[in-house]
Every structure is written in C-alpha cells, then in structure tokens.
C-alpha cells in the first residue's frame, strides 16, 4: 500500500488524477475521501479547466469497492466523503471536463466512477464488468446510468448475468470513445485535455450544465429554461467578454483569446 493512495500532477489548466492502491486500485471510505477533496478543489479552482482519471500499473483502472477493507469493518453504507463513491458520482455542480483513461480491469464501482467522467478512453486490454450480482448486491449507480449509455438490451445483460465485456465490445456499444494502445492512452487522453483546455472554459460549463440537467427533462421544457436564461452557466456565457470575443475573432479571422469571464 502506498502512503498515498491518490496521486495528482498538474500541467497548466489540465489536473491528473492517479488512483495508486496496490495490488488493484481498490478504493475504501479513506481514498474516496481524498478524491472528493481533490475532485472538490478542481472544480473549484479557476485555473483548472479539465481532470484526467485513470489508474496506476497496467492492469487495473479500478475494481471499485475494496472488499477487503470492508472486512476490516469499512462500512459499505459509510462516509465516502463529498461527491459520494470516488468523489465524482454525487460531486455537484462539476461544470468542467473529466476524462476517464481506463488502462486496466474496470468493474463494479470502478464501472461507475468511469461512467462518471465525460469522455471514455481505454487501452485495448482493458475490460468492463459489474459482477456485483454475483456477490448478492447491486450496482446501484450503474443501474441508473448504463441503460441510459448504451443499448438497454447489453446493459440489462451485463447487469443480470456480470459478463466481461473487452474493449472493442465496449466501444461497439458505445461504452468508451476510442480503443488505444496503452503505450499511447496517456499521450491521447493528455492531448485532447489540452486541446479542450484551450477551449472556452464558460462554453463548456453551460454544456456540462445544460446536459446534465437536461437529462431527465422533455425537450422543450429543457430549451424554455434556456431561452428564459434559468441556466446559471448559460446566462454568465451571454453576459462574458468571452461570448465578445468569440465573435470579434471570428469576424477578424483570428484565434480567440479566452479568459473565462
């Protein structure tokens, strides 16, 4: 076990997250509760503009819950601390983008926590389960979300039966974004954080913003509430000097200088 079970290294406006708890990745009540004070901070932290979660090793991203601290008396119904399992799944208000870079076994929890980032890329070894039917619970946080992610036939099988699933299966089913070498995931998921890094930071809040809310709302309801400014990160786009300056480059046909206000 390492002295920090959670590692973070930061370029510019990009945060990387390492989750770093051998043998697996495993994470008990303690290591949640770091990563929700480290995923707290990134959201509030106006220079950081995009997170990348991935895995120490080249096994394991993350199994999700560590059974064996829970035998130690880690109560599954404990305190995981702000954001809920992982920092990520209950975090509010994260209006920023998370890259989940899968370089291993990804399952139960490990599943969630990934489903929880905004792009999915894996290494091609990696795989996908939620075995959790096989140990008498239930992958709550999956329930929810995997029908809504990908064909409600696959996700209801991985459910009910905790099949295995590779990364090209994964990909099919449009479960991750790209299938990668992993001697390249690091180097793309970096790349496309700094090219949405250097993005408009205000665009992308009212994006997370919008779709998030959205989700579970009919179409027009969601595009009233647009029209009628009830979205936070979209009424401060339309007030920002950024929303100037995107039109000024364009009409001078030069890059815009953003500065997320």
């Given at each position: 076990m390492t002295d920090t079970p959670v590692r973070t290294h930061r370029d510019g406006a990009v945060l990387e997250v390492t989750l770093d708890r051998p043998k697996a990745n495993a994470i008990d009540l303690a290591t949640s509760r770091i990563m929700g004070d480290i995923f707290t901070g990134f959201r509030d932290d106006p220079d950081l503009r995009v997170a990348i979660l991935t895995g120490a090793g080249e096994k394991f991203f993350c199994p999700g819950w560590d059974l064996k601290a829970a035998a130690d008396g880690d109560a599954v119904d404990g305190d995981y601390g702000v954001g809920g399992f992982g920092g990520l799944q209950e975090l509010r208000g994260l209006n920023k983008p998370v890259i989940a870079a899968v370089n291993g076994i990804c399952c139960g929890g490990g599943l969630e926590l990934a489903l929880s980032a905004d792009i999915i890329l894996a290494a091609e070894h990696a795989t996908f389960a939620l075995p959790e039917i096989r140990s008498g619970t239930v992958?709550?946080?999956?329930?929810?979300?995997?029908?809504?992610?990908?064909?409600?036939?696959?996700?209801?099988?991985?459910?009910?039966?905790g099949r295995w699933v590779d990364a090209d299966?994964?990909?099919?089913?449009?479960?991750?974004?790209?299938?990668?070498?992993?001697?390249?995931?690091?180097?793309?998921?970096?790349?496309?954080?700094?090219?949405?890094?250097?993005g408009p930071p205000l665009v992308m809040a009212a994006i997370k913003e919008v779709v998030r809310e959205a989700e579970d709302m009919k179409f027009q309801d969601a595009l009233n509430r647009i029209t009628k400014s009830q979205f936070e990160t979209v009424e401060r786009l339309y007030r920002s000097e950024d929303q100037l300056e995107g039109a000024r480059a364009f009409a001078e046909k030069r890059d815009p200088v953003w500065k997320g206000r």
């Open positions: 992958a709550d946080a999956a329930s929810i979300k995997l029908p809504k992610r990908i064909p409600y036939h696959i996700a209801m099988e991985m459910l009910l039966t299966e994964a990909a099919r089913w449009g479960l991750v974004n790209r299938v990668l070498p992993a001697t390249d995931l690091m180097t793309t998921a970096r790349a496309m954080a700094a090219e949405m890094a250097a």
